[in-house]
């Protein structure tokens, strides 16, 4: 059995992810049976169907025309303001896993259903009851789980409104982009905790603004507001609060206009670029990534459509 959804953001959203007969479906089957015998009243279904309907704590949504090709990863632990258990991490890479496999798609937008919170980093309730090799297995696998969606060839956007701290915010750095209302938060503030961020922000956050800013904000673990994470490049754009996710729908559809092969091969040269240890290997990955485009069927139909001053429908061949 799969969920279906109409998202308040527009369209309908199809999620991919089953319903499987879990503890929540026991709860149905028991509310059901304690209305005791013949139909139950309306009052004990209603609470049955809020209860069924409790989302999973990562869902993907595809969109509908007319924005197909956009994929929204949503987050939804309302309980803990996202914060990131060994269940949703599991998730996040069941999600994926499931993109990767997907050729449909062409961008994904990571969001938040909880008002207020992006995600407020990693559940350290659930980590206070972690022996130590716990607690070095879980930074492990997030680290990884991170590595993995950022290597994901499609573009990825972070619709950030609310609070995006520790892990939060290292998901969001693991993105191409990042979008932030004004009401947006972000830091990493570990060093509080005496540790260090664990899942790729000691790496990743020098990358985008550069070492020694990057150092400030790891070493006093001081938050920042969108528009100073604008001014120091860690975030794209900052949009009044609440119209984050349309800023970045918007970034969307000029990114599913241009031919599929040749995103995911700008974004493989620019990543694997940042890499190399010189300009000339950096010059060599794209001259690799530009080889893989000229016999393909989107780079003959990009200049057919030139010439004949049309708009170019690509294929993705």
Known sequence: MYLGCISPHGPERISVFPIRPTSRMRSLRCLLAASGRGAPSTRTFARALRILARPEPVSLHKLSEPDCGIVELRLERPEVKNAINWETMRML???VEKLEA?????VVLVTSSVPGAFCAGADLKERKLMSSSGVREYANSLRSTFSAFEALPISTIAVIEGAALGGGLELALSC???ICGEDATLGLPETGLAIIPGAGGTQRL??????SRAKEIIFTGR???ASEAVMMGLANYCVPAGEAYEKALELAHEITQKGPLGIRMAKKAIDQGMQA?????ALAVEGECYEQLLNTEDRLEGLAAFAERRKPVYSGK
């Open 93 to 95: 890479l069941g999600a």
């Open 102 to 106: 997907d050729e449909t798609v062409k």
């Open 176 to 178: 191409d982009l990042r």
């Open 206 to 211: 020098p990358r985008i603004v550069g070492r």
């Open 223 to 225: 938050r920042c507001n």
């Open 277 to 281: 240890a010189d300009m000339p290997s």
